[in-house]
C-alpha cells in the first residue's frame, strides 16, 4: 500500500455550480482510494470538513485562489476559511504576463498576504499558455517563474486545466522546470489520462498530480 499511486492524487472539483452531493462524493471518494488531496472552491470547504470529520479522516485539503480577471479579495476570503484548508493553488493574473519589468515585486505583492498564513503555497504557471503566447521564448519565461518558485519555497503547479493540453507537451514543460533544480516540488496537471501517464510522472519524480477525472482515480486503486 506504501506505493500505491492514489497517494499521488489531488483530485479536484473545482467547477462552478457543483452540486453539494457531488462535492461530497468526489470528497469521499479520494478518501476511500486514499488520494494525497481534495481540491475544491472555498464555498465548498465546509462540506468537505464534514465529510472528513464523519470518515475521520486526514487527507489534505487544498484550496483554489486568485483567478486571472478577479479581484484580489480572494486573499481575504482564504484567510477566514484558514482553519478549513492546507494548502492553496494559486493562479496568476494575466495582467502579470503584459507586464515588462517588475515581475518579482508584483508576485511577492500579490502572494505576501497568503504567505503570511504559514501554508503550503502551489503557483500555477499556466505551462500551456507560456507555450502559445512566447513561441520560441516559452521556456526562458518558465525558467524564470520557476527560479521564483525555489527562491520562495513555492511548489510548481503546471496547469489550472483552463487550457487545453496534451500529456506529451506536459512531459516537455516538466523537464524544462527540473532543468532549474532537480529538487523543485512539482504538481503536474494537464492531459493526464491513463494509468501509464501517471507511472510516467511517478518516475519524474512530481510531488503529486491534479486530475478531476473520478474515472483514472478508479483506474489507479485498482492498479
Not at 500579490?110 to 502559445?132: F, Q, S
Request: aromatic share 8%.
Amino acid at each position: 500500500m506504501k506505493n500505491k499511486l492514489t497517494r499521488l492524487i489531488e483530485l479536484t472539483s473545482i467547477r462552478p455550480g457543483t452540486p453539494p452531493k457531488d462535492i461530497m462524493r468526489v470528497t469521499k471518494l479520494a478518501i476511500d482510494t486514499q488520494c494525497r488531496a481534495v481540491v475544491v472552491n472555498y464555498q465548498d470547504l465546509g462540506l468537505v470538513q464534514k465529510v472528513k470529520q464523519a470518515n475521520k479522516s486526514q487527507i489534505q485539503v487544498v484550496v483554489v485562489g486568485g483567478f486571472p480577471w478577479a479581484d484580489r479579495t480572494w486573499r481575504d476570503t482564504l484567510s477566514f476559511f484558514k482553519k478549513d484548508w492546507d494548502e492553496v493553488d494559486i493562479l496568476i493574473p494575466i495582467s502579470f504576463y503584459n507586464l515588462k519589468e517588475n515581475h518579482d515585486k508584483f508576485l511577492n505583492d500579490y502572494l505576501d498576504p497568503v504567505k503570511k498564513i504559514g501554508k503550503p503555497i502551489k503557483l500555477i504557471l499556466e505551462t500551456t499558455w507560456l507555450r502559445a503566447t512566447y513561441k520560441e521564448y516559452w521556456q526562458l519565461k518558465l525558467e524564470a517563474l520557476t527560479k521564483y518558485c525555489i527562491q520562495n519555497d513555492l511548489i510548481v503547479k503546471t496547469n489550472s486545466g483552463l487550457v487545453p493540453h496534451s500529456f506529451d507537451e506536459l512531459v516537455s514543460e516538466i523537464k524544462t522546470i527540473r532543468k532549474c533544480s532537480s529538487k523543485v516540488r512539482i504538481k503536474a496537471a494537464g492531459g493526464i489520462k491513463n494509468l501509464d501517464q501517471v507511472k510516467y510522472l511517478k518516475s519524474l519524480g512530481i510531488y503529486s498530480i491534479g486530475t478531476s477525472s473520478v474515472e483514472l482515480v478508479n483506474v489507479l486503486n485498482k492498479s
